[in-house]
Nanobody, 115 residues
Framework: QVQLVESGGGLVQPGGSLRLACTGS????????MDWWREVPGRQRELVAE???????WYVDSVKGRFTVSRDNAEIKVYLQMNNVKLEDTAVYYC?????????WGQGTQVTVSS
């Protein structure tokens, strides 16, 4: 079984930085695909960043150059470093793990960008 817990959300001013962490427990392998998503009320959940086997990464265009996804296999953590945040980055951020067509989700952490 896999459990994921997000942390690090909060209130940040535009242009500021925040680092989200996703801590995993259970049967997690360094080759698992780990994703960061975000959701705003009334809109579909959006894939923001992904880190896959070999630490290959992918980002949605709106965060390229500002967000960085990384993983610490020793601590079974995946991070999302958010720099130069914008108002439109406000959302609940979720991490997920996908393996063999099965996906596990964390409970989410709120990020609010506001001056």
């Amino acid at each position: 079984q896999v459990q994921l817990v997000e942390s690090g959300g909060g209130l940040v001013q535009p242009g500021g930085s925040l680092r989200l962490a996703c801590t995993g427990s259970g049967n997690i392998d360094r080759n698992d695909v780990m994703d960061w998503w975000r959701e705003v009320p009334g809109r579909q959940r959006e894939l923001v960043a992904e880190i896959a086997s070999g630490d290959i990464t992918w980002y949605v265009d709106s965060v390229k150059g500002r967000f960085t996804v990384s993983r610490d296999n020793a601590e079974i953590k995946v991070y999302l470093q958010m720099n130069n945040v914008k108002l439109e980055d406000t959302a609940v951020y979720y991490c997920s793990l996908t393996r063999n067509l099965q996906t596990w989700w964390g409970q989410g952490t709120q990020v609010t960008v506001s001056s």
